[in-house]
């Protein structure tokens, strides 16, 4: 390799310095021409991706700055929906909803981690438990959350049921009709279906590590605890933020469990940001309102995912920029 | 030779034989369906003690998850057996009544494609008012 | 003279069956919701009554039979349907070719991937507003198009391509262009052959996404009829809410090719979601 290399050299110096005396040579032209074929290639996605990600967010900060109006034109009035959100009894509601979601991602990740280790353990049967565990994730979420709005019942459910045999709590309990238990009911369904996806996750981080690191941390004499926080965990650190930020991502996207489980019921309860800017775009009709929800939203998780990247040392989502 | 072996192995593979083997079931399943729907509904009405009852009006009631629409009648020939031809349903309610004799509880008829031709095995059993 | 060291030494060795036991507990309880739908799909006893039978009290199937006549469902299994379809092949087309273009070396490479993967941090919840306003202007609201358009590339699937197909050698794509084939055949007929993982990959992960797809449905449909089947479930539970047993026969329905093409492709689908992961 080295020696091509450097034979090359003087070779490309050559042509480089004879290319500026030949009018548009064969070269320049295939350079030209494979230039315009990646960009023709680029084209379909990089269109999806800015017609659906980069002019909506950029429409939505327009958008949260005016009073659109369907018919006539739309007119700029500032931040006035900023401080009006400011305001909004609901918009806070379900904003702290959203934080509380947020702020149970923790247990949710170290819960995978307990089933991904043992699932990484060299016992029998142990990609039958992972797809077990995993089955849950591929599921329309729609009928999740009516399958678990299902067992909540009140009357007939299964919980019910359950905690009244086992004498835990005497009369049926509304779990979500309540205002307090409604968001810890539609969490727990979260969880379920999540808890596949953070395992994934950490399983294939748990298996970048190599053997050889714990065979020779166990000869040196450190016991299972001490190689699991010295091995481990920082080796685990990118795939536990992954699984953090998937966690956030989550709490945010997570419309169709609420809508379908409560559509943010009783009262507010479990309103969260995106149910409260899907109804406030679609239901109320106040779009440039839902805007400026968006861009709150967006910004709050942005500034969400920059302060886990330096909890977890920034070394996460680097990727190679030139392979 | 080297296309051969390829196809063969995607011939084999999970991904053709699952969907393959469903366009099979899913094929013969609607190749039953249209030998049985007939839309024929055979049964017998009985009275309490077993005898078979002639002259018995059966009501048959078609039902949605909401509504029962009224289908039609026919009358119990001399040995108590009835013929229904024109259902077009998957899930019917019948009923029979005799003045006189009395009147039975509703039976509830679930078919598993619509207009399956179906012979009701239990006789509907007029029981007397009171 | 030490003896040899077991190869796992002492402190390595440990007993499996508590591992065993806790994962039995929580396969267990997440085996529970399935369970307890797929029985009441096949009883209904338990819609009116309580307390329920654990066990299935005279299993009948004809509620899917009510699910498959009282109410559209094979019009919204074919909406679905179509809107999938619709989202594979193009995901498919669009992701190769750019993930082809990766491959090469030009000016703006780098910007390029950096905005895909800023791309990645938008999710979709917050495009909405904007993107209903786009496809009304494109004339696709209440349209299969309109409907499955974003969802016709994504990110991850394209470095998925792009790892795949900077493990082809080179003197393979050289060869061929030699032969005289065009940059399309060459995707065509030498990239997406030998990676056949990363299509299977491609094709699970767009088909789980658009079949599952229910904000963007509900947003983009006006009419009943091109409703495909997350807005049909929602629609029968809001008309007809805990009152037959055919409800819980449709979530069977629905969830039922979700769980087999995932049993089918398993690996596929797990690299496709922990690949995008590492990617960032």
Not at chain 1, 105 to 133: H, K, Q
Not at chain 1, 243 to 256: E, K, N
Request: net charge positive; hydrophobic share 50%; with cysteine.
């Amino acid at each position: 390799m080295g020696t091509t290399s450097r034979a090359a050299v003087p070779a490309l110096a050559d042509t480089r310095l004879r290319k500026r005396d030949r009018p548009a040579g064969a070269r320049g032209a295939k350079r030209r021409r494979e230039l315009m074929l990646v960009w023709v290639f680029l084209l379909p996605s990089l269109i999806v991706f800015l017609l659906y990600r980069i002019l909506p967010l950029a429409w939505n900060v327009v958008l949260s700055l005016s009073k659109y109006s369907l018919f006539g034109q739309s007119e700029w009035i500032g931040i006035d929906h900023y401080v009006d959100m400011l305001h909004d009894e609901v918009f806070w509601e379900s904003l702290t909803n959203t934080l509380i979601y947020l702020a149970t991602a923790p247990f949710g990740v170290a819960l995978a981690l307990a089933i991904s280790l043992m699932v990484n353990s060299d016992i029998r049967g142990r990609s039958v438990y992972r797809t077990i565990v995993f089955l849950s994730y591929p599921l329309m979420t729609v009928a999740v959350g009516i399958i678990w709005r299902w067992m909540y019942d009140e009357k007939v459910g299964l919980f019910n049921f359950v905690l009244r045999s086992l004498h835990v709590i005497e009369r049926p309990m509304p779990f979500l009709q309540s205002f307090e238990m409604a968001l810890p009911s539609v969490l727990l369904a979260s969880v379920w279906q999540i808890l596949g996806f953070y395992m994934i996750i950490l399983l294939a981080g748990l298996q970048n590590i190599p053997q050889s690191l714990y065979e020779a941390a166990s000869i040196d004499g450190a016991n299972r605890r001490q190689q699991f926080m010295r091995i481990t965990l920082p080796l685990l650190r990118p795939a536990i933020f992954l699984a953090f930020v998937i966690g956030v991502m989550t709490s945010f996207t997570s419309f169709d469990l609420v809508y379908v489980m409560t559509n943010g019921g009783p009262g507010h309860a479990s309103e969260l940001l995106v149910t409260y800017i899907y109804k406030a775009a679609f239901e109320l009709g106040k779009i440039d309102y839902a805007a400026a929800l968006t861009i709150v939203q967006f910004a709050l998780l942005v500034a969400l995912t920059w302060v886990g990247n330096r909890l977890s040392g920034g070394e996460a989502g680097k990727v190679e920029t030139d392979g | 030779m080297r296309f051969d072996l390829r196809w063969r192995a995607i011939l084999r593979s999970r991904f053709f034989v699952v969907p393959a083997s469903i366009a099979v079931v899913a094929t013969a399943w609607n190749v039953y369906v249209g030998m049985h729907n007939d839309g024929v509904v055979r049964g017998h009405v009985t009275d309490a003690s077993g005898a078979p009852v002639e002259g018995a009006t059966v009501l048959i009631l078609e039902q949605t998850f909401t509504t029962h629409t009224d289908r039609g009648r026919v009358t119990t020939g001399p040995d108590g057996r009835f013929e229904f031809r024109d259902n077009r349903s998957h899930h019917l309610l019948l009923r029979a009544e005799k003045a006189g004799v009395g009147r039975s509880e509703q039976e509830e008829v679930r078919l598993a494609f619509r207009a399956q031709h179906v012979e009701l095995p239990s006789p509907i059993v007029l029981k007397s008012s009171p | 003279m030490t003896t040899l060291r077991p190869r796992r030494s002492a402190a390595q060795r440990y007993p499996h069956w508590p591992i065993h036991l806790a994962l039995l507990v929580t396969s267990f309880l997440m085996l529970v919701p399935f369970y307890w739908v797929l029985k009441t799909s096949l009883t209904g006893e338990n819609i009116f009554v309580y307390p329920p039978s654990l066990w299935p009290v005279h299993p009948h199937l004809y509620f899917f039979v009510d699910v498959w006549y009282l109410i559209p469902f094979p019009r919204w299994l074919l909406n679905s349907v179509v809107v999938s379809a619709l989202a594979i092949a193009a995901n498919v087309v669009f992701n190769a070719m750019a993930a082809y273009a990766l491959t090469r070396h030009f000016r703006g490479k780098r910007l390029v991937i950096t905005l895909l993967l800023s791309c990645m941090m938008i999710p979709f919840q917050t495009t909405i507003v904007p993107a209903y306003l786009i496809t009304g202007r494109l004339g696709l609201l209440n349209s299969y198009l309109g409907m499955a358009l974003p969802t016709f590339s994504t990110i991850v699937c394209i470095f998925v391509y792009k790892a795949a197909f900077d493990a082809v050698p080179r003197s393979l794509i050289d060869a061929a262009r030699i032969d005289g084939l065009s940059e399309l055949q060459i995707i065509r007929r030498v990239m997406l052959p030998l990676s056949s993982a990363a299509v299977a990959t491609n094709v699970i992960l767009s088909f789980i996404w658009s079949w599952n797809n229910f904000l963007w449905p509900l947003i983009v449909v006006r009419d009943a009829s091109m409703q495909p089947l997350p807005l049909g479930l929602s629609r029968f539970l809001s008309d007809h809410e805990n009152t037959t047993g055919a409800l819980y026969a449709f979530c069977i329905m629905v969830l039922l090719p979700g769980i087999a093409l995932f049993l089918m492709a398993q690996q596929q689908f797990i690299r496709g979601l922990t690949s995008g992961a590492t990617k960032g």
